[in-house]
């Protein structure tokens, strides 16, 4: 079956970075696009980065672009959010996501907390 494994979140000061992996099992991964979501406390969730399968493709929400990077390996199944000058709006849990055989999976994401 499907199993998105987000990790690589955790608790970092405002300006700094982190990268975030997803590591993807139970589908042919180099197929398909995939996604990164995050949801912010008492906020919708939003579609923050894609990549298509081949990688040779993305796509930023417009408050990210310049800021985040989001990148694969389809060698180790994986893909990635770099993410850099963090600040306190960033907190968030961050998910990837792939949608397959017309159903969405989520992983259970990764939290990013930044310190005040």
């Known amino acids: 079956q499907v199993q998105l494994v987000e990790s690589g979140g955790g608790l970092v000061q405002p300006g700094g970075s982190l990268r975030l992996s997803c590591a993807a099992s139970?589908?042919?991964?180099?197929?398909?696009?995939m996604n990164w979501y995050r949801q912010a406390p008492a906020k919708e969730r939003d579609l923050v980065a894609t990549?298509?399968?081949?990688?040779?493709?993305?796509n930023y929400a417009d408050s990210v672009k310049g800021r985040f990077t989001i990148s694969r390996d389809n060698a180790k199944n994986t893909v990635y959010l770099e993410m850099n000058s963090l600040n306190v709006v960033h907190t968030a849990v961050y998910s990837c996501t792939v949608v397959r055989g017309g159903i969405l999976y989520w992983g259970k994401g990764t939290l990013v907390t930044l310190s005040s």
């Open positions: 139970g589908f042919t991964f180099r197929g398909f696009s």
């Open positions: 990549i298509s399968a081949a990688g040779s493709s993305t």
